[in-house]
């Protein structure tokens, strides 16, 4: 039993209980945090928990609004942590997770994105799998994360499939991550931010910026941005980059087909290309690299492992969109090959820019994004290593 403290009161959340042991009177009761000095914060059949929560606030000789904050998300851990049974019990929508206020989103015409014909079959397949997934189906949830990324959704379907799948998976990283996005990318950054915040609060992350979407390794030093002085590879990946940038310039110009369109629907304007020279999880370097072979040669005498390699190339007029890598168990390298300027990127709270010959190293489990203001081409070689203080044990591709 956790015990909080709330407004110079203690609180004991009875987590995890449908019926908790402490017997109420009532059938209907499924759950109930005891409040010490105070009555008891019951939860029944049919209760939608946002009104009750502000009910509760009212009716107590506290400040409403200070209630309500401290409350509410031991509230959502407190349902969440026994939602498989409970769910179907309450009566939920998507902004209990954010702020209890009801989620419209007004958007003007020239903001709106062609919706697919067929994008509600879509959206239900994907939810049934999650719901499936809900009653241990590991298949089910395997096959959403295969499908999520092939989805062409408009940023309205998006927001609507993520709104409905937090209800059936509320705990899940990745799909409280996307729900987070889908509102900041329809201009409702408020909103995100408090689910986020939420979130931290019931222990998904510990940080509202940093959130990983597949695993998450408490423990690991945590930082936006590091030093690529502290990695003596780093120096020596610089000094192969002339060599890299004239390979780069023969392969743009004689075989540009082998670059292909990013895949993931992050970009908006502009065009972004990518052409991966060492895949995860494998210890070879790709076919396409063969055009490639003193770029590979330096990356072979570095004296580093590398978990993959990708050139990734953005035209001017690219906006990649903010989002978040899969695990905080790696860092990520970027080899500046060609840019001229203009083009900038944002990782956790602060903006840098790339310096051709040079090299930046950040966390991308940490929220980022990228803007092409500048008139050329910018070409990086992305580069990830597994986080120095993870166990040799742990680095496994997932």
Known sequence: MERVLLFGLSALCCLGAIFCARAKESATLITFI????????????????????????????????????????????????SWETINTKLKVSEDFFIDCQPLTIDIAADQLHVTSSNSSAVIDEMLTLLRKALQRDVQALQLFNAKRNELK??????????????????????????????????????????????AVRRDLWENPMQRPVSKYVRGLTSKPWHDTANHPFIARLENGIPDMKKELIINLKERPSIFTDEQENLHVGGQWTELRLKS??????????????KTVQHFQECGQEFISVKISAIQPGTYIRPHTGPTNERLRIHLTILHTGGAKLRVGNEWRTWEEGKAVMFDDSWEHEVMHLGKDIRVVIICDIWHPELPESQRVIH
């Open 280 to 293: 995860s999880g494998q210890s070879v370097f790709t076919k396409q690299a063969a055009f490639f072979p």
């Open 34 to 81: 005891p409040v010490t000095g105070q009555k008891d914060l019951e939860f029944r059949e049919g209760d939608n928990p946002c009104k009750v929560l502000k009910k509760y606030c009212k009716s107590i000789p506290v400040q409403q609004d200070s209630c309500f904050s401290q409350l509410h998300p031991h509230v959502i851990k407190h349902l969440t942590t």
């Open 153 to 198: 959704l408009s940023d309205e379907d998006r927001l609507e499939m993520y709104r409905k799948a937090i209800l059936i998976l509320p705990n899940n990283l990745f799909i409280v991550d996307q729900l987070g996005l889908s509102l900041m990318y329809l201009n409702e950054e408020m909103k995100a931010r408090k689910l986020f915040d939420n």
